[in-house]
C-alpha cells in the first residue's frame, strides 16, 4: 500500500518553473485562521523576496508570525490569499499531491530536535528522501549520502544509530538528509536551539559553505550573535515584515 502510494506521488506532474526566478517570492500574502474567537489574521499582506544563495536570518517574538511565514515557504500551510513562488514554482497553485512531491524536491529542511528516525541508521536516514522521491538510481543512493555525510563530517557515524550520537552529531546528520536530494533552499527552524554555543557555531560555519556553493538558506533563530552572521535578517512583528536588510543587523535585539 505504501509503495502504490510513493508510486502516485512520484508520478505527479508539476508546473515548469519559471527560470531566472528569485528563491522565495511571496506578494500580499495573507494568512487568516479561524478559531473559536473568531478570525486571527497571522500574515498580513507579507512581500519579501529572497535571492538564490542568500543566507538569510528570520526573527521575531512568539506569536509575531515567523513559524507561519516559515509554513508557508515549505508548503505546510497554504496562503489564504496572495502569491507564493519557490524557486520559480507557483505554490499556491500546486494541489496536496502536487505539494508532497514538489517539497521533497525543492525544500530541505532541519528542525530544532533532529527528527530522526531511530530505528534507521545514519546512512539509512540520510537515503530517505531519496527513496521518497525517486530522485536518483537505487544502486546510487549509498555513495551519495556517504558523500554528503562526509560534507558535513559525520561519514564514520553512517551505520549507528542516531540515539548513539551526540546532539550535534545528529543535527549535523539532519543537515545531511536535507541535501539528499540538492534541493536549492534549505530551511533551518531554530537548528541551533539544543546545541551549546560552540556546536552552534560551527552550523553557522556550515550553513555559509552551503550559501557560497550556491544554496539559499533561511534559519529561523531567536539568537542574536548566530543571525547577525548571515547575510540579511528578516524581522517579523505582529505578522509583517518589520525590517529587512543589512541594516537590520544594528537595530535588532
Not at 536516514?125 to 546510487?140: A, G, H, K, R, T
Not at 550556491?214 to 509583517?240: N, Y
Request: hydrophobic share 40%.
Amino acid at each position: 500500500m505504501i509503495g502504490k502510494w510513493f508510486s502516485r506521488l512520484i508520478a505527479v506532474d508539476l508546473p515548469q518553473p519559471k527560470p531566472d526566478a528569485p528563491a522565495v517570492s511571496l506578494k500580499s500574502v495573507r494568512k487568516v485562521y479561524t478559531t473559536g474567537a473568531g478570525e486571527f489574521e497571522a500574515l498580513k499582506g507579507i512581500n519579501l523576496e529572497v535571492a538564490n544563495g542568500e543566507f538569510a536570518a528570520v526573527v521575531g517574538k512568539s506569536g509575531s508570525g515567523k513559524s507561519t511565514l516559515i509554513n508557508m515557504i515549505t508548503g505546510i500551510d497554504r496562503p489564504t490569499t496572495g502569491e507564493l513562488w519557490v524557486a520559480g514554482t507557483p505554490v499556491h497553485t500546486l494541489n496536496e499531491n502536487q505539494i508532497a512531491v514538489w517539497r521533497g524536491r525543492t525544500v530541505g529542511v532541519v528542525f530544532q530536535f533532529f527528527q530522526l528516525l531511530p530505528t534507521l541508521t545514519v546512512l539509512e536516514n540520510v537515503m530517505l528522501p531519496m527513496d521518497f522521491c525517486n530522485i536518483y538510481d537505487y544502486s546510487e543512493r549509498p555513495e551519495r549520502a556517504l558523500t554528503l555525510l562526509d560534507l558535513v563530517g559525520v561519514k564514520d557515524q553512517a551505520d549507528k544509530l542516531p540515539a548513539n550520537l551526540s546532539g550535534g552529531q545528529q543535527q549535523r546528520v539532519a543537515i545531511a538528509r536535507s541535501l539528499a536530494n540538492d534541493p536549492p533552499l534549505l530551511v533551518a527552524d531554530e537548528p541551533t536551539g539544543n546545541l551549546d554555543s560552540r556546536t552552534a557555531a560551527a552550523m553557522i560555519d556550515l550553513f555559509s559553505e552551503l550559501a557560497l556553493g550556491g544554496k539559499t538558506i533561511l534559519m529561523v533563530t531567536h539568537d542574536k550573535d548566530l543571525a547577525q552572521r548571515c547575510h540579511r535578517i528578516v524581522t517579523v512583528t505582529e505578522g509583517q515584515i518589520a525590517a529587512s536588510g543589512d541594516a537590520e543587523r544594528d537595530a535588532y535585539d
